[in-house]
């Protein structure tokens, strides 16, 4: 996909490198064509890392996209330099006034947190009751997920008692449903999360669809009908070596961590873990704009 962003982002170099098709903001400007307007709001602490993997996926249809990225303004980002995240991002005062085609909000690592005691809690209600009126399909990852489902429709999360991490095999409940199309039977996709939502509250809830449970790691994918709202509790956009970051992170400063979930090749920390959900991943994104966003969205944003 062409997918236009500012020539000096990180992921540029980073993606052409592995030879997937980015398009600086002067070559855009000479295709006769409206591109998807979709905005990212990064909540993860890994900004760098995190647009990168989600741009990689937005990559892979022949749609070209318009990308904002955004962040919160009650909360500053300490992972992350002040410099790129003044040239690269913009708060949601910035772009309120505007309409998007779709929005992706990421995961945060806030999940032992009660969600109104997170720091930017109020401005990211503010930001999904905006999203009803200014956003045709809003896609929420993992932590997101779980706060789309509580704002919109007052299902609760739960901890875990046990942190949910590896790769796990998922069912797809409806092959037919359009962000399944291509999809095999049993799936495999990463988690990495201290709560749930738990699937008979999601499944009783008659504004929504399961379309993905896992028997280990539960509910991983719900959808409104009308595809405005899709939440997956996992992280398809994961790297390869993200799990392991994450382990060797936690085994370095002491804390009670077990090795990921049929992740590691015979389960042990010193083999390179392969990449196992590739595939999936690039399919659940590609499906989302396609079949939730361009076959749907109004051309004329203004009749959003």
């Given amino acids: 996909m062409p997918i236009r962003i500012p020539g000096q982002l990180p992921a540029k170099q980073t993606l052409e490198n592995e030879y997937i098709f980015v398009m600086d ?14 905005a990212i709001l990064n909540l ?33 980002s300490t992972n992350t330099s002040a410099t790129h995240m003044d040239t690269f991002y913009k708060d949601f005062g910035d772009v309120k006034d505007q309409r998007f085609d779709g929005l992706i909000i990421t995961g945060a690592p806030v999940e032992g947190m009660e969600y109104e005691e997170v720091d930017y809690w109020r401005e990211l209600c503010e930001i999904m009751e905006w999203s009803k009126s200014n956003v045709y399909s809003v896609f929420h990852i993992c932590w997101a997920a779980q706060a789309g489902l509580y704002y919109h429709y007052g299902i609760p999360k739960y901890p875990t008692g046990h942190k949910v991490f590896g790769i796990f095999r998922h069912r797809a409940c409806d092959l037919r449903h359009p962000l399944l199309r291509g999809f095999d039977e049993e799936f495999l996709a990463p988690h990495s999360r201290h709560s749930e939502v738990r699937l008979q509250d999601v499944a009783a809830c008659p504004d929504l669809d399961v379309l993905a449970v896992s028997e280990d790691a539960g509910l991983y994918i719900a959808a409104t009908r009308d595809l405005r709202r899709i939440f997956v509790t996992g992280h398809a956009e994961y790297d390869s070596d993200t799990l392991a970051k994450e382990y060797f992170r936690d085994v370095a400063r002491g804390l009670p961590i077990d090795v ?21 991943a690039n399919l659940l994104f590609s499906n989302w704009l396609n079949y939730a966003v361009y076959q749907r969205t109004p051309y004329d944003l203004s009749k959003l």
Avoid: C
């Fill in 25 to 38: 903001e002067e070559r855009a400007t000479t295709q006769d064509i409206r591109p998807l307007r979709i």
């Fill in 44 to 76: 993860m602490p890994t900004k760098v890392t995190t647009e990168t993997q989600l741009i990689r996926l937005l990559s892979n249809t022949p749609l070209q996209i318009d990308l904002t990225l955004l962040k919160t303004a009650s909360y500053k």
């Fill in 260 to 280: 990921p979930v049929n992740y590691f090749p015979y389960d042990n920390p010193r083999h390179a873990p392969k990449n196992l959900w590739r595939g999936h």
